[in-house]
């Protein structure tokens, strides 16, 4: 579920998961990683997504 909401979002912004890598200083397992468990994300790494545009609310259903 988090990681379907999570293509929507990079489909919207028009980015790639290589774009999120950047962003977030990690290599791709890793993003892979975090997706597949959305507890290991550090407060540090949703606000970068946030301030890229993600609509984290709606991704982690809050």
Known sequence: MFENKFKAELK?????????CEMLQCTMPTLKSRLQ??????????????????????ILEI
């Not at 970068?48 to 545009?53: D, K, Q, R, T």
């Open 12 to 20: 919207r912004l028009n980015l790639k998961r290589y774009d999120v």
């Open 37 to 58: 468990n959305p507890d290991s994300f550090t407060i540090a790494e949703v606000t970068i997504l946030s301030v890229a545009g993600f609509a984290i609310s709606e």
